[in-house]
Each structure stands twice: as C-alpha cells, then as structure tokens.
C-alpha cells in the first residue's frame, strides 16, 4: 500500500467502525456481564457490531493480514502484519452515556506496534500515530500532537482507570504513586493516553490490560514524544501493566516509585 492508501483505509475502518456503533450510544441498550471472576465486565451488541464491521473491511481488502480483537479473538494471528482492534475501549463510560470511550485500531509487523488509531466517533475526533509523529483530527481541525514537559511527579497530572481493578499489590504500588502526584483523575480509559500525546496529561498508570487495549496506543504517544513501558521497563505491547508518560524525567520517578 502506498502511504495515502493507508491512510484512506483507516479511516475508512474507524468510519464503518463508528457508523456500526453510534446508533447504540446513549440509547437503553443492555450490556452484558463475560466476566469470568464475579467483576462486572460489560460487553454490549455495540461493541460486537463494531468490531464485525472492521474484520470484514480488513478481511475484504486484506486478506493475509492477522486480526487480533476483543470480542471475536484472533484469526491469523502469526502473520507478519496483525490489526490488533478493541471497537470500545471503555464499554462502562459507553453504557452510561459518557463520551470518554474510544474505537481503537492497532496495527503490529512482527508482534511490534507501527501504527494505531483512537477514534471517538461521537464527538468526531481522531488521534492517530506511527510512532514518529502524531496527529489530531476533529472539530477543533488537525494538528501535530506533542506531549509537555512536566520536571516531575509533584508537578504531573495523573490518570489511570480506577484502582479498583488493579490486584491488592498493584493497588498498593499505585496509591504510593497517587499521593506524590499534583493531581489525579479516575476513568479515562483510552482518552487519557490521547490526553497525554496532545500535552494535557503527564501521566496513564494502569493494570491488567490486554494488547487490544493498548498497542493503538502506543504508537500515538511515542509519536507526540512520549514513552510507554510496563511497570517494569518493559515492552508493554503485551498489555498487563503499563505506564505512559510524557516526560523522561517523570516515567523514570513513577517507576522507581511503582518498584520500591
């Protein structure tokens, strides 16, 4: 594909994506409970109407390509290139009518993030990165993304889903860091990492991820400048723990934080 035929296919799958899951929002759809653990883990005919709407435009176009997603699972899941798709990354704000959730589309090349896209198709916004830059989209136009500078934690704005689905040890590790930061917020989900790339946060902690959540992601704050590892340094495309920062100085004092 040329350069402009991928961009023109993206955004075709974030507006056949957007075009399936729209009529749902903010309508008395029911969700679902597919958790396995007695945690409310909601998915709703929303979340699988999007993701059918994206495997079968890739599938279609595509067809050696890998599909890694949330509700329908892998299918080519060797192949060199993999679309890694989540169609509502923050089905809880999604049910109860809030606009903090996002259509995320990731694409690796052997097991490693080269592009990812956040598509919030109600407030017709778009955040896109390869890992060199990142763009906005939307209402307020288009522009470059860039992270901000933050010295350090005591200076940070913080976010991170809840503590409440983190594990007692991680919960533990993460109020240590909640109480040096300047301020936090709970529930943004995918919006806080696009928050992050456009320099209105400094910093995403989370637990307990899955790729799905977190490889579109990836290439949107390393574009604008950013980093994002595990709790432990590590490659974080695996999902897990992860931290997305803005500033070096910041990353390296939440993680010294996060593994005292």
Not at 192 to 197: C, G, S, T, V
Request: hydrophobic fraction near 40%; charge should be negative.
């Amino acid at each position: 594909m040329t350069a402009v035929d991928f961009a023109s296919f993206v955004e075709a799958l974030a507006s056949h994506s957007g075009d399936a899951i729209l009529p749902f929002f903010r309508t008395s759809l029911a969700a679902l409970d597919k958790s396995t653990n007695g945690s409310f883990d909601p998915v709703t005919e929303a979340d699988r109407a999007g993701e059918v709407a994206m495997r079968r435009l890739i599938n279609a176009n595509f067809p050696s390509h890998g599909i890694v997603g949330e509700e329908f699972g892998a299918e080519r899941g060797e192949a060199e290139y993999v679309w890694v798709l989540d169609p509502i990354d923050g089905t809880r704000a999604f049910i109860c009518g809030m606009p903090i959730w996002g259509t995320l589309i990731g694409l690796t090349r052997h097991g490693r993030p080269v592009y990812g896209m956040m598509s919030q198709p109600f407030s017709r916004e778009r955040f896109s990165g390869d890992g060199n830059v990142a763009r906005y989209e939307g209402p307020g136009g288009r522009r470059v993304l860039r992270v901000r500078s933050c010295a350090g934690l005591s200076e940070a704005v913080l976010s991170t889903t809840h503590p409440g689905v983190m594990g007692p040890d991680e919960r533990q590790r993460y109020e240590r860091l909640e109480r040096r930061a300047k301020l936090s917020r709970y529930g943004g989900d995918c919006y806080a990492y696009a928050m992050l790339a456009a320099g209105h946060i400094d910093l995403v902690v989370e637990a307990g991820l899955k790729p799905y959540d977190i490889v579109a992601l990836i290439p949107i704050v390393e574009g604008a400048g950013g980093i994002v590892t595990s709790w432990s340094g590590s490659d974080a495309a695996g999902g897990g723990t992860v931290i997305a920062a803005g500033d070096k100085r910041v990353h390296e004092e939440a993680l010294a934080i996060l593994n005292s």
